[in-house]
């Protein structure tokens, strides 16, 4: 069956979802987007992500086409159109296409933005094999752009990452500048040293994880030490466990980190316990 998505203020069959060949999204990934998930129908952590992207657009000088109350009744109305029970809730905003192809950004005024929303279906998103076993990373260089924390939609070199873990029969890639873990290819990065938990701290050189903030937040509330500070590879596979936070990994444990295992080479306690509870609080805040 054909999912109903959503194109600059209507609901189409994907069939029918068109964005111009000239739209500045496509040809010089002039955009920003957001990830939502969706757990028994529900969106997880939804002003959040609505005002990271509030933040990104306004970083890059674009306008947004919606208020936030009306994106949240695109999200609802997606996920109702589409009977989404666990899954994703993708959302790209555009510069628009100006008809040409010129660096200079259109005015705002004459060029509207493109919007474009659609879901993904995950059954059993929060049940993934994975958390049970852990993922394995490798490290690699971080060659990003400096603007890291404006969730942009030039994911080339992350996609390039994944691949180099997958040929390595790993899961996930580290990213590492001037010796130090910046986060994964689509994820924040952590390790865990006896109850601390060491996370690098916020800056232009990663993205500011929606997840990382609700789980720092009930980490400290629940008595965990938390420390926000860059580490290197070595500290972190001489650490006792890592994992990973992202809206569609939630908490993921981390087992091994370039073919070093970590502790007894299975999730350790502090992400096993931080993941449920990342997964209760945010079902119970669930909109
Ligand atoms: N860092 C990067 C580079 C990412 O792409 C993502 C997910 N898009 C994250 C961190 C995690 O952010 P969030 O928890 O908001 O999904």
């Not at 939804?46 to 509030?54: Q, S």
């Given at each position: 069956?054909?999912?109903?998505?959503?194109?600059?203020?209507?609901?189409?069959?994907?069939?029918?979802?068109?964005?111009?060949?000239?739209?500045?999204?496509?040809?010089?990934?002039?955009?920003?987007?957001?990830?939502?998930?969706?757990?028994?129908?529900?969106?997880?952590?939804?002003?959040?992500?609505?005002?990271?992207?509030?933040?990104?657009?306004?970083?890059?000088?674009?306008?947004?086409?919606?208020?936030?109350?009306?994106?949240?009744?695109?999200?609802?109305?997606?996920?109702?159109?589409?009977?989404?029970?666990?899954?994703?809730?993708?959302?790209?905003?555009?510069?628009?296409?100006?008809?040409?192809?010129?660096?200079?950004?259109?005015?705002?005024?004459?060029?509207?933005?493109?919007?474009?929303?659609?879901?993904?279906?995950?059954?059993?998103?929060?049940?993934?094999?994975?958390?049970?076993?852990?993922?394995?990373v490798i490290s690699i260089p971080d060659i990003r752009w400096g603007r890291r924390d404006i969730k942009t939609v030039q994911l080339l070199y992350p996609a390039v990452g994944k691949m180099m873990a997958k040929k390595d029969g790993c899961d996930d890639a580290w990213m590492v500048e001037d010796g130090?873990?910046?986060?994964?290819?689509?994820?924040?990065?952590?390790?865990?040293?006896?109850?601390?938990?060491?996370?690098?701290?916020?800056?232009?050189?990663?993205?500011?994880?929606?997840?990382?903030?609700?789980?720092?937040?009930?980490?400290?509330?629940?008595?965990?030490?938390?420390?926000?500070?860059?580490?290197?590879?070595?500290?972190?596979?001489?650490?006792?466990?890592?994992?990973?936070?992202?809206?569609?990994?939630?908490?993921?444990?981390?087992?091994?980190?370039?073919?070093?295992?970590?502790?007894?080479?299975?999730?350790?306690?502090?992400?096993?316990?931080?993941?449920?509870?990342?997964?209760?609080?945010?079902?119970?805040?669930?909109?």
């Amino acid at each position: 069956m054909s999912r109903i998505v959503y194109v600059d203020g209507a609901y189409v069959p994907e069939e029918d979802a068109k964005v111009s060949v000239f739209d500045r999204g496509f040809l010089f990934a002039d955009g920003v987007y957001e990830v939502t998930s969706v757990l028994g129908g529900k969106l997880i952590d939804f002003d959040g992500h609505a005002a990271r992207l509030e933040r990104s657009l306004s970083e890059l000088d674009m306008a947004c086409p919606v208020t936030m109350d009306a994106l949240l009744e695109i999200h609802r109305e997606l996920v109702r159109l589409n009977a989404l029970d666990d899954g994703l809730v993708y959302l790209q905003v555009t510069r628009g296409a100006a008809g040409d192809r010129d660096f200079e950004f259109p005015d705002a005024d004459a060029v509207p933005s493109t919007i474009v929303l659609f879901t993904q279906a995950k059954p059993g998103l929060a049940d993934s094999p994975k958390a049970k076993t852990g993922i394995k990373v490798i490290s690699i260089p971080d060659i990003r752009w400096g603007r890291r924390d404006i969730k942009t939609v030039q994911l080339l070199y992350p996609a390039v990452g994944k691949m180099m873990a997958k040929k390595d029969g790993c899961d996930d890639a580290w990213m590492v500048e001037d010796g130090q873990v910046t986060e994964g290819t689509s994820n924040n990065a952590y390790i865990v040293k006896g109850r601390k938990i060491v996370t690098r701290h916020l800056s232009n050189d990663i993205l500011h994880g929606i997840t990382r903030a609700a789980v720092l937040r009930f980490a400290r509330e629940a008595q965990m030490e938390v420390e926000e500070r860059a580490f290197t590879i070595d500290e972190a596979q001489a650490a006792d466990e890592a994992f990973i936070t992202s809206a569609s990994t939630f908490v993921m444990p981390v087992v091994e980190i370039d073919g070093h295992p970590l502790g007894d080479g299975s999730p350790g306690p502090v992400a096993t316990r931080l993941r449920e509870i990342y997964l209760d609080e945010s079902r119970k805040s669930a909109v």
